[in-house]
T-cell receptor, first 112, second 111 residues
């Protein structure tokens, strides 16, 4: 059974600081997705990582994937308040993308 | 394009009542999904469909049924609602193995 763990579950950080969110998964997979969810809202796709060593960047967020270590990271550079949200990683079993298993999410709070 | 839409946005049911949640997408996606989201947990897959007329069970299918009679629509039914089904329900769609796009959600309370 595929399990996806994120840490930390809650992160409070000051504006301007850097931090990394980790996503570990338990069985082989060849891709990984990151989503953002604002309170009371739907999920918004952030990154699609399709291969080992993939790195994607958008603004102050950068995501990477290491399929051998079964690990993805979401790095936040010089955080701003607008990044406050819950971030989810999601992983499909190898060979399929139709059954995503989501992590429990990391709630990020950026304070002034 | 409206993307993925869900009807209704909110609903309150009494235990034992039935209801159907409707999901519609206008992106011509092959795959559609129903998830539930509970506090402190990520999304859990209830049922999914890889094409018109096909459905399959996800991680938590008990107590739910689905139908996909048209490519653009995916219905989720609760035959006899229970308080444990109080949750926020999200529908999503994707083009084969690509990223999933989510609807706005339906907040369901079962008393």
């Amino acid at each position: 059974e595929l399990k996806v763990e994120q840490n930390p579950l809650f992160l409070s950080m000051q504006e301007g600081k850097n931090y990394t969110i980790y996503c570990n998964y338990s069985t082989t997979s060849d891709r990984l997705y990151w989503y953002r969810q604002d309170p009371g809202k739907s999920l918004e796709s952030l990154f699609v990582l399709l291969s080992n060593g993939a790195v994607k960047q958008e603004g102050r967020l950068m995501a990477s994937l290491d399929t051998k270590a079964r690990l993805s990271t979401l790095h936040i550079t010089a955080a701003v308040h607008d990044l406050s949200a819950t971030y989810f990683c999601a992983v499909p079993p190898a060979g399929t993308a139709s059954k995503l298993t989501f992590g429990t999410g990391t709630r990020l709070q950026v304070t002034l | 394009n409206a993307g993925v839409t869900q009807t209704p946005k909110f609903r309150v049911l009494k235990t034992g009542q039935s209801m159907t949640l409707l999901c519609a997408q206008d992106m011509n996606h092959e795959y559609m999904y129903w998830y539930r989201q509970d506090p402190g947990m990520g999304l859990r897959l209830i049922h999914y469909s890889v094409g018109e007329g096909t459905t399959a069970k996800g991680e938590v299918p008990d107590g739910y049924n689905v139908s996909r009679l048209k490519k653009q629509n995916f219905l989720l039914g609760l035959e006899s609602a229970a308080p444990s089904q109080t949750s926020v329900y999200f529908c999503a769609s994707s083009k084969y193995y690509n990223e999933q796009f989510f609807g706005p959600g339906t907040r369901l309370t079962v008393l």
